[in-house]
Every structure is written in structure tokens, then in C-alpha cells.
């Protein structure tokens, strides 16, 4: 099978198909595109010349070693994947493809633990974890996997390859950024268990703040967990000036709820959210947000894990991917109540 049926299949052009799988660049289609472009990839097979002779090298020197990874999403139930993952798994699949490899089998951590996941027949020895990993979860997958790269916003104690950018970090970095504006009631929007972000605004909140109790508004990583949160908080306890949300799509629904409560971002409730995915630059006003390089993290988590597969490495390895604030309209200084 060529680029060509790889093209009619995901009903693009061959061009198309040439930039996503070859150039390495996320960005080179939409991500629907793209997740035609791959599916049609994985059912046909499809190799490019240069790769199917790094293949054929490999196999003939090493032919217990494996050419397909499999992907876990570890934060997810069912079919609500963040996008901020689905861009990281993207990022994975290309540089994986860059060197040989292909993204089998795509499954959620929860799936597996609940008994729904029957993985295909075929030896895969390898695997990329994307999100927080448990060691429940983290125990299962080794007896399955010889390499386990993680690659997420949270540090992990396991003995394990990891690429993180520092979530916790970055929470003490916005809640300072908050603190410059003249914010000191500042909301946390966010999942609270065995999270690090949550931590952190906790500490931040002592520390930087000197608040030792912070409203708190739980909610699960998606815009309608955000929006119920941020509802049922304003009428318990509405007393913040800004809200602080562990990634975009919480920001996305609270903004929603702020708006049917009568109450303007920036002018009465700031805004700052963690990740930065590009549909946060669609949004009015505009959110203020720490920038995780989501792309970088993918390509090294698969360029660390190719490293395992090929034994360049035996001690568990952490990459840590530095992150910025990107200040846009959300967040102004707190002009008071």
C-alpha cells in the first residue's frame, strides 16, 4: 500500500498525507484530518520507503524487538479524551512514525482496570502512558509492557521513564502571577485528589497568599465539570476575585457560568488556566494561561522510548520540559469589591 491509498482512504490529498506523517509538524492538519490520516495508516499499514528499510535493518539484526507502541490514556473514561491529549498522543505517533514505529492500539487506563480492553493478538512490548499514572495502574501495565515511558504535568515517584513539565511549579507560578495583580481570594478549579496542582495551589495559597482555607470548586477535566463547579461555588462562596483552573476546558465552562451570573472576565473575576491549547486563543476575552509545549513532551516521550526499546539507556530517565505564562484579556489587577 502507498501514500495514495492512504489519501482516498482518509479522503485527502497525497500531499496531505505527506505532511502529516512526514514532516514531523502536528500542525500540518486539522486534528480531524489527521485522525483519518493515522486510522487510514494503521489499516493499511502503510510504511514509507525509508522507514520500511529501517524496519527491515532492524528486524534483521533484532528480531525480538517490536515496531509497535501502544498508547494509554490514563485520565480518561470512555470516549472523553482531553484534547490537550490527543494533540500529546499526535506528537507521539509522528516522531514514532519518524523512526520506524507504529501507534497500534489506543486504549484508556480506566477501560482496562473495568475489563473492557481485549488487546489484539500481536506482541507489543512497549507503551506510552499520557496522563497521571497510578501504581495500580502502573503495576498492571509492567506485567504487560517491558517499556512504559510517562509523559504528563505530574512528577512521579514510580521507578519509571517519565517527560513531565512540572505542574506543580507551574500552579505556584500563576497564583505569584495572581498575587502581582493584587489577588489574594483566588478560587482553585480542578480535580483535588491525587493531584499535584492542587497541592501546590494549597501551599501557594499558605504561603504566598496567606490564606490557609481557599475556595475550592471540584470538578473532573471537562467544560460541563467547570461550569456545574463554578455554578454551585458562586452561590456557596462567592467570595474570589480569580479563579485558578488546572487546564483549559475547566476555563472554558466556568467562563460560561461567570457570564450567566452577570460577572465580566477580566473586570470583576480574572481568569488563568494551565496547558494553553491553541482554541484558548478563540476564546472572548482571550485566556491567560501557563503554556505546556504539548508537542515537545509527545516527541520526547516516543524519542525516550525508542531509547529503551533499543537498550541505549537501563536507569529510569526523567526529561523536564520547561513551561511559560502567556498573558492575554482574562487576568487584570484586582480592582476591588
Not at 491509498?5 to 479522503?11: D, H, L, S, Y
Not at 482555607?213 to 462567592?238: C, H, M, Q, W
Amino acid at each position: 500500500m502507498g501514500i495514495k491509498e492512504v489519501a482516498k482512504m482518509a479522503g485527502v490529498s497525497p500531499s496531505t498525507v505527506s505532511r502529516v506523517v512526514n514532516s514531523g509538524d502536528i500542525n500540518a492538519a486539522s486534528p480531524e484530518t489527521q485522525t483519518r490520516i493515522w486510522n487510514a495508516v494503521h489499516a493499511l499499514g502503510y510504511v514509507p520507503n525509508e522507514n520500511a528499510q529501517k524496519l527491515k535493518k532492524i528486524k534483521s539484526h533484532t528480531p525480538q524487538v517490536s515496531m509497535d507502541i501502544d498508547c494509554v490514556y490514563s485520565r480518561s473514561v470512555g470516549s472523553e479524551i482531553d484534547p490537550f491529549f490527543v494533540t500529546m498522543m499526535h506528537s507521539v505517533e509522528v516522531e514514532a512514525f519518524a523512526h520506524g514505529y507504529h501507534l497500534r492500539y489506543q486504549y484508556s487506563a480506566a477501560d482496562m482496570l473495568a475489563g473492557k480492553i481485549n488487546l489484539p493478538s500481536y506482541d507489543v512490548s512497549s507503551a506510552v502512558v499520557l496522563g497521571r499514572i497510578e501504581p495500580e495502574t502502573y503495576m498492571i501495565l509492567k506485567s504487560r509492557y517491558k517499556n512504559i515511558v510517562y509523559v504528563g504535568l505530574q512528577m512521579s515517584d514510580l521507578y519509571i521513564d517519565q517527560v513531565v513539565s512540572n505542574g506543580y511549579d507551574a500552579t505556584l507560578d500563576c497564583i505569584k502571577y495572581l498575587k502581582s495583580l493584587g489577588h489574594t481570594k483566588v478560587c482553585y478549579l480542578g480535580e483535588t485528589q491525587n493531584e499535584q496542582r492542587f497541592d501546590a495551589f494549597l501551599q501557594g495559597s499558605r504561603e504566598i497568599l496567606g490564606v490557609s482555607r481557599p475556595p475550592v470548586a471540584t470538578a473532573s477535566f471537562s467544560p460541563s465539570s467547570g461550569y456545574d463547579s463554578i455554578n454551585r461555588i458562586l452561590k456557596e462562596n462567592p467570595d474570589f476575585s480569580a479563579i485558578l483552573c488546572s487546564n483549559d476546558i475547566l476555563a472554558m465552562g466556568a467562563m460560561r457560568a461567570l457570564k450567566e451570573h452577570d460577572l465580566k472576565v477580566p473586570e470583576d473575576i480574572s481568569l488563568i488556566g494551565i496547558n494553553d491549547m491553541e482554541m484558548v486563543r478563540y476564546l472572548d476575552p482571550m485566556l491567560t494561561a501557563v503554556h505546556i509545549h504539548v508537542e515537545e513532551l509527545g516527541k520526547q516521550a516516543a524519542k525516550l522510548l525508542i531509547d529503551r526499546i533499543n537498550g541505549d539507556h537501563k536507569l529510569p530517565m526523567k526529561i523536564v520540559i520547561p513551561y511559560s505564562i502567556i498573558e492575554r484579556d482574562s487576568c487584570a489587577p484586582y480592582r476591588g469589591k
